[in-house]
């Protein structure tokens, strides 16, 4: 898995340059794995209104989702910072929906994390 992840990861590289990011500077990419083995990538995209900023993680996830794919089984982030930044509780909470134990690295230009969601987020809430 850590090949996959590895791969993931030079495609979330390519993501955040992508990235609209006039507000924080962080530029943030993002790429999904599917069980079918479909990727899907995502950037953060800022807003000056900050709650209608959509962070990469989910912008993948969503991207995935709406081509009719579910089963992600790992994601990868990347952040073109010196600084290292895990997903957010919201991008946590949205990821455990389809799968709280899901493969995940995020790095940044020095180093890399390598990880299941269900330690990242445990007790994920879900129905």
Known sequence: MRELLDELLILAKAASKRAYAPYSGYHVGSAVMTAERKVYTGCNVENASYSLTICAERNAV???????????????????????????????????????????????????????LDILLPGAFSL
């Open 62 to 116: 969503f991207k995935a989702i709406s081509e009719g794919y579910q089963d992600i089984i790992a994601i990868a982030i990347y952040v073109d910072s010196d600084r290292l930044f895990p997903p957010c509780g919201a991008c946590r909470q949205v990821l455990a929906e389809f799968n709280p134990k899901m493969e995940i690295v995020y790095a940044n230009q020095n180093e890399a994390i390598y990880n299941t």
